[in-house]
């Protein structure tokens, strides 16, 4: 069974566990912009802020989801309407993952689900210097997805490869760091001895390519419910 299929499953449990109709539920989600998002951080360079990716959020009575997407759009619909989604394409299953942060945050079963503000994300990068150094000591590390912040701070401490989807990067140098194609994921996981890891591959189908024999800790909201129930290593220690 696939990743969706798998989170679909669990979120009907949710609904059966704790006595929830779900057609007295509404999810909506809709696209925020950069601002409400992620307000005014010191980087400029955020695949955010460069319209590479958008935001979707989900609400589910006093609670918020989110999850990143480069499929724009508005849905609205029941907790049973998620459920029925056919989930082809990154938008739905967008909404799908957004809806199920939501929900597991009303809930109380994971925290988190809002994306951090203004000065949070260069607080964070500081703080995964520390996490890094404190769990894994001096390792070499694989990058998935282009954090800038989070590059940044890393790269003054640690040997670092980062692999991004976005053609405007490859080739490039950003802070000290070529970024590299898809092409080059497998040689540079090979090389590294741990995976940092965007929580949007949860998104565009390719999570399970970093769950491996080697560490992988995956960052940001978009992955909080589904790291929860699978005990998959989080690193969003700034989100609400």
């Not at 069974?1 to 704790?18: H, K, N």
């Not at 994921?185 to 741990?194: G, Y």
């Amino acid at each position: 069974m696939d990743l969706y299929r798998r989170v679909q499953q669990e979120l009907a449990g949710l609904v059966t566990r704790f006595g929830l109709r779900a057609e007295q539920i509404e999810i909506a989600a809709r696209t925020m912009t950069a601002q409400e998002v992620i307000g005014e951080p010191d980087k400029k360079d955020f695949p955010l802020l460069k319209g590479k990716e958008v935001m979707i959020e989900a609400r589910f009575l006093g609670s918020r989801g989110e999850a990143y997407t480069s499929m724009p759009g508005n849905w609205r619909g029941t907790v049973g309407d998620i459920l029925a989604l056919p989930l082809v394409n990154d938008f739905e299953r967008a909404c799908l993952i957004a809806g199920l942060n939501a929900v597991m945050s009303e809930l109380g079963l994971v925290e988190r689900t809002v994306h951090c503000r203004d000065q949070d994300p260069e607080r964070c990068a500081g703080r995964l210097v520390q996490y890094v150094g404190e769990r894994f000591g001096n390792p070499r590390i694989c990058f998935i997805g282009f954090q800038p912040a989070m590059i940044h701070a890393l790269a003054g401490s640690f040997a670092i490869r980062v692999v991004d989807l976005d053609a405007d990067n490859i080739g490039r140098e950003k802070y000290g760091v070529l970024i590299q194609g898809p092409e080059e994921t497998a040689a540079i996981i090979a090389w590294a001895d741990i995976i940092l890891a965007t929580g949007s591959t949860a998104v565009n189908a390719t999570m399970k390519r970093f769950i491996g024999d080697k560490p992988a800790i995956f960052y940001g909201v978009t992955v909080a419910a589904i790291a929860g129930i699978h005990g998959y290593e989080r690193f969003c220690p700034c989100a609400y």
